[in-house]
């Protein structure tokens, strides 16, 4: 899922394109991506675009007269740009914006259709759209600590719920727990002052980080090939490989369809985290520690 370093990309990518431009056609080539009814997405034709917006990892196109086109990307979901007279690179189209500037398609691959597109009305029905999280590069220490704090969740589930931060989800989050040296798992309720401090260091150093080098990679092109798995990623998407830190192996536990990745030399005193997709098999034969689980990976 684009995050908000990558959502910013996009946001500055579109703003260079579309603020100020005229959209003269909106197409729908999917019904079921559509999750509003009123107003209606042919009432967003003819005007122009006066305001670009990141709500939570949500991107938000402001037209004059007081409507927004919302867009959420979820999983799968990209955006991809034309100029006038060229085809926008990517597989066929769910939604299809035509500018006086350009064509901006959103496709989404996989079988599961999970992106969605709202046309809203006013400012206070774009308000509702927010999740409501602090946002991670604005806000000081004080309120990092009382966002976290306000509800008992492991770090991973409060760094990555956007009704307590916005913008990060579970990619990042893995970033940022490695560079604070801190356990995905450990609860909120249960971490120091001077853990937070590291944390809120890291979730500004990570993210910073990261926007910059998107931005650099993209420079004025259109961002294409965005994905939550990168090479420079330190631990996410990096199950087996050296850490860059210590050199031990990434660990992971696997949920529903996500995984956390972490190193537990960096960040769990070299204690395993329980899997769920091999823990309820091994039962009392999971490994707890790294040199457990070599000695088991060599027999």
């Known amino acids: 899922m684009p995050e908000l370093p ?22 729908i080539a999917q019904p079921f ?23 939570g990892k949500r991107i938000a196109l402001g037209f004059d007269g007081e409507l927004w086109l919302v867009m959420h990307l979820m999983i799968a979901g990209r955006l991809h740009w034309a100029p006038p007279g060229q085809k926008p690179p990517g597989r066929k189209p769910l939604v299809t914006l035509r500018f006086s500037t350009g064509v901006l398609t959103l496709t989404e691959a996989g079988s599961k259709r999970r992106a969605s597109l709202h046309v809203l009305r006013g400012a206070a029905a774009l308000v509702a759209h927010d999740p409501g999280g602090i946002e991670p590069l604005e806000t000081d220490l004080a309120s990092f600590a009382r966002a976290l704090r306000s509800a008992n969740h492991t770090l991973k589930r409060s760094l990555s719920d956007p009704h307590l931060i916005s913008g990060i989800g579970n990619a990042y989050s893995d970033e940022i727990l490695h560079r604070a040296r801190l356990s995905p798992i450990a609860m909120t309720s249960k971490v120091g002052d001077a853990e937070i401090e590291r944390l809120f260091a890291a979730t500004r150093a990570v993210l910073g980080e990261w926007l ?62 329980a899997d769920r997709a091999l823990s309820r098999l091994l039962k009392a034969d999971w490994p707890r520690t790294l040199e457990e689980m070599e000695a088991l990976r060599s027999r």
Request: proline content about 7%; overall charge neutral.
């Open 33 to 55: 991506i559509l999750r509003t009814v009123d107003p209606k997405p042919a009432e967003l034709e003819g005007r122009t675009v006066a305001e670009l917006r990141r709500v």
């Open 212 to 273: 910059e080098r998107l931005r650099a990679r993209a420079g004025d092109a259109f961002p294409e090939g965005v994905t939550a798995f990168r090479p420079e990623m330190a631990v996410h998407g990096r199950y087996r490989e050296p850490c860059p830190v210590c050199g031990s192996p990434v660990q992971r536990i696997v949920y529903a369809e996500n995984e956390t990745n972490y190193c537990a030399t960096c960040q769990t005193n070299g204690r395993l985290l």
């Open 6 to 27: 990558d959502v910013e990309v996009y946001l500055e990518a579109l703003e260079r394109r579309v603020l100020g431009a005229r959209l003269e056609a909106l197409e």
